[in-house]
């Protein structure tokens, strides 16, 4: 019997199975990023199985380890509103304004730096590094 075959979660606590086994046992059973991948979301419910293997970027001695839930009870991902595009776009905004000079800038600035490189340098931009600049 392999190693991390559960089927009736005595031992792990949920069902558990090998790499590449769950499919065969049950085909309603996919991760979140399968889910994804058919347009789908988890919407709150519990796992309810988990895939579990060996790998060599783990911890020694500690498997990796992926939940499984059901695609019948999965949900449509939710679309994006305007509101969100919008409040998004503001963030992203921010996160290229220097708050010294305000100038905005076509990258996110560093956050190491507090202020564009240029400031922390004492230098002036490039054209092509400002938004809405002629290149």
């Given at each position: 019997?392999?190693q991390y075959l559960d089927p009736y979660g005595q031992r792990y606590g949920?069902?558990?199975?090998?790499?590449?086994?769950?499919?065969i046992v049950d085909d309603d059973l996919a991760t979140k990023k399968q889910?994804?991948?058919?347009?789908?979301?988890?919407?709150?419910?519990?796992?309810?199985?988990?895939?579990?293997?060996?790998?060599?970027?783990?911890?020694?001695?500690?498997?990796?380890?992926?939940?499984?839930?059901?695609?019948?009870?999965?949900?449509?991902?939710?679309?994006?509103?305007?509101?969100?595009?919008?409040?998004?776009?503001?963030?992203?905004r921010a996160r290229r304004t220097c708050p010294t000079c305000g100038l905005?800038?076509?990258?996110?600035?560093?956050?190491?730096?507090?202020?564009?490189?240029?400031?922390?340098?004492?230098?002036?931009?490039?054209?092509?590094?400002?938004?809405?600049?002629?290149?």
């Open positions: 019997m392999p949920l069902q558990t199975y090998p790499w590449g086994v769950a499919w889910l994804a991948a058919m347009g789908l979301r988890p919407a709150g419910q519990e796992p309810a199985a988990q895939l579990m293997w060996r790998s060599r970027r783990a911890k020694a001695g500690h498997p990796r380890t992926a939940l499984l839930y059901r695609i019948s009870q999965a949900k449509p991902k939710r679309e994006i509103t305007a509101a969100m595009t919008a409040s998004l776009q503001r963030a992203m905005v800038f076509v990258y996110c600035l560093p956050t190491s730096l507090g202020e564009c490189p240029n400031c922390a340098e004492g230098t002036t931009p490039e054209s092509w590094e400002l938004e809405g600049a002629a290149a």
